[in-house]
C-alpha cells in the first residue's frame, strides 16, 4: 500500500511505464558482452539456482556476507555498472526487508541477551544479541538472494531465459504459456495505456473516489473483453505459422531447444 | 502477499514445492484435455491479463492506493485450473525476471496466489451464485464475495507461514534465521491490513469487472 496523491491511474501507468524500462533496460544489458552473459545459460541458472539454495540453507551472516560480495564482483565482470546494480537491488524489496528487521531488534519481539540500551521520552529501549543477529541474517538472506535473481534477469535474455525452463523439464504447456505471456505483457500495457488516453481525452479527470474505482473495474473488465477477442487473431496468427499443437522453440543460434 | 525469498526456511519452501508439483501438473494435464486448440492463446493473454491486473493501484478512503490480485477473477473467467496456470505463469515471471517474489518462494507464493485463491474464489462463487441467470445481480455480488473471502483466505495461508518460521528455524540462543515474528504478530499484522484493506479492493475489483462483463454478453464467464 502506498500513500500518494494525484491521479491512481497516472501513478499506475508511471509504474507500467517504469516496467516497461527496466525491462527494456535488462534486455540491452543481457544482450552486452561480458562475464556471466558468455555462459551457457542453463548452466548458469543451475549455478544460480545452488547459490540461492546456499543462500537459503546457511546460517552464518559472514558467509551470506561473502555471496553477496562475490555477486557484485561477478556484476563488475559482466559489465554491469555497480550504481545501476545496486539501485535496482537494494530499492523496495531489502529496503522493504530492512523495515521489517528493525522492529526485530528490539527485546519485546526478540527477548535475550541485552546488547544496547537506550531511552527516549522515558521509555527504555533494549535491542538484544538474538535480536540484532536475526535482523541481520534476515536482511542479509533477502540482500542476497534477490541480487543473485536480478542479476541472473540481467545478464540473460528474457526469452532465453523462459525458454532454458523446458530443459528443465517444466511442462510445455507452462514454458509455452511464459513465452507468450511476456510478450502480451507489453500488448496489454499498450492497450491500457491507450484506453487511459481516451478516457481522458473524453470525460478528463477522474474527481470522486468512488468514480475512479469504477474506472478501474471497468478497464479491467475491458482489458479482460479486448484480450479475449484478440485470442482469435493470434490462433490465427499461430496456425498460419505451422502451429499443430506442438511448440518447438529456437536457441539463439536457431537450434531447436 | 508476494514472499521474497530469504522470509521462509528451507522446511516451508521445499514442502510448499513439493505441495505445488502434482497441482501443476493436474492443472497442466486439465487445461490440455479442457482448452480448444483455439483458445491456448487465451491461457497466456490470461496470464498477461493477471500481471498487469497486479499493477493497477485502486484507491481506497483516506488517500491511499492498494493493488489486487486478480485471482479470483481469473478464477471466474477462466475456471480454477486454468486460472492456476495464469496466475502462477505471472508469478513465475514476476519473480525470474523482476525480482518481485522470491525463486525459492515461488512454491510458495504459487500455493498461496494460484492454487488456494483461485479454488476458494471459484467454489464460493459458485456456491452463492448457484443456478442463477448470467446477468443476475446475485452473480456480481458472489464475485465481490468470492474475491475478498479468497484473498483473506490466501493472507491467512501466508501469514501461518511467516509465523511458523521462528517456531522451525532458530539457533540454541533463540535467533530467528527466517522471518522473525511468530503467529502472534504475522496473524495480526497480515490479516489486518488485508481484512480491512485488500480484501475490499479485491471484492470491489472482482465485482465491478464481472458487472462489465455481463454487459458485454459476447463474453463467457464461468
Not at chain 1, 474527481?207 to 473483453?225: D, E, I, P, T, Y
Not at chain 2, 487445461?31 to 483455439?38: F, P
Not at chain 2, 477462466?78 to 505463469?89: H, K, N, R, S, Y
Amino acid at each position: 500500500m502506498r500513500k500518494k496523491s494525484g491521479d491512481f491511474i497516472e501513478r499506475s501507468l508511471a509504474e507500467a511505464v517504469l516496467f516497461l524500462k527496466n525491462s527494456i533496460f535488462a534486455e540491452e544489458y543481457a544482450s552486452r558482452n561480458g562475464f556471466l552473459r558468455s555462459r551457457a545459460t542453463r548452466a548458469k541458472i543451475l549455478t544460480i539456482a545452488l547459490i540461492l539454495l546456499a543462500v537459503l540453507f546457511t546460517k552464518s551472516v559472514l558467509f551470506l556476507l561473502g555471496l553477496y560480495i562475490l555477486c557484485l564482483i561477478v556484476a563488475k565482470a559482466s559489465s554491469i555498472s555497480l550504481g545501476f546494480f545496486l539501485k535496482r537491488t537494494w530499492i523496495f524489496i531489502p529496503m522493504f526487508a530492512l523495515i521489517i528487521a528493525v522492529p526485530a531488534l528490539f527485546s519485546a519481539f526478540s527477548p535475550g541477551e541485552p546488547l544496547v540500551t537506550f531511552k527516549i521520552f522515558n521509555a527504555a529501549f533494549v535491542i538484544t544479541r538474538q535480536g540484532a543477529g536475526a535482523a541481520a541474517i534476515f536482511f542479509m538472506r533477502v540482500l542476497t538472494s534477490v541480487s543473485w535473481t536480478v542479476l541472473l534477469a540481467l545478464t540473460t535474455r528474457h526469452f532465453v531465459l523462459l525458454k532454458a525452463l523446458r530443459s528443465f523439464g517444466i511442462p510445455q504447456i507452462f514454458v509455452m504459456t511464459l513465452g507468450m505471456c511476456y510478450r502480451y505483457i507489453y500488448l496489454l500495457l499498450d492497450i491500457f495505456y491507450n484506453t487511459h488516453t481516451a478516457i481522458k481525452s473524453r470525460v478528463g479527470f477522474i474527481s470522486s473516489s468512488r468514480k475512479s474505482r469504477g474506472v478501474v473495474g471497468w478497464n479491467m473488465a475491458n482489458l479482460w473483453q479486448r484480450s479475449y477477442k484478440l485470442q482469435n487473431d493470434v490462433y490465427s496468427a499461430m496456425l498460419s505459422r505451422g502451429y499443430n499443437a506442438d511448440v518447438r522453440v529456437l536457441d539463439e543460434n536457431g537450434k531447436s531447444i | 502477499m508476494h514472499i521474497p525469498d530469504g522470509y521462509l526456511g528451507p522446511a516451508t519452501s521445499g514442502v510448499l514445492y513439493v505441495v505445488m508439483i502434482p497441482v501443476w501438473i493436474a492443472a497442466s494435464n486439465i487445461v490440455k484435455k479442457t482448452l480448444k486448440a483455439a483458445q491456448v492463446p487465451l491461457l497466456a493473454i490470461g496470464a498477461a491479463f493477471s500481471f498487469i491486473i497486479m499493477m493497477f493501484n485502486v484507491p481506497i478512503p483516506g488517500g491511499t492506493t492498494g493493488h489486487a490480485v486478480g485471482a479470483a477473477l481469473a478464477a471466474i473467467i477462466l475456471g480454477p485450473w486454468a486460472a492456476c496456470i495464469a496466475v502462477t505463469v505471472a508469478l513465475v515471471i514476476q519473480a525470474l525476471l523482476f525480482g518481485d517474489g522470491g525463486i525459492t518462494a515461488i512454491g510458495a507464493n504459487c500455493f498461496n496466489m494460484a492454487f488456494i485463491m483461485p479454488f476458494t474464489a471459484y467454489f464460493i462463487y459458485k456456491l452463492i451464485s448457484g443456478k442463477s441467470a448470467p446477468e443476475s445481480n446475485i452473480r456480481i455480488i458472489a464475485a465481490a464475495i468470492a474475491g475478498y473471502v479468497s484473498l483473506n483466505i490466501a493472507a491467512l495461508f501466508t501469514a501461518v507461514e511467516f509465523g511458523l518460521q521462528p517456531l522451525l528455524h532458530h539457533t540454541a540462543g533463540g535467533q530467528a534465521l527466517y522471518c522473525p515474528y511468530g503467529l502472534n504478530v504475522a496473524l495480526i499484522a497480515m490479516m489486518s491490513e488485508h481484512l480491512l484493506i485488500f480484501g475490499w479492493i479485491e471484492a470491489l475489483v472482482t465485482g465491478l469487472a464481472v458487472k462489465y462483463l455481463q454487459k458485454h454478453k459476447e463474453i463467457p464467464i464461468s
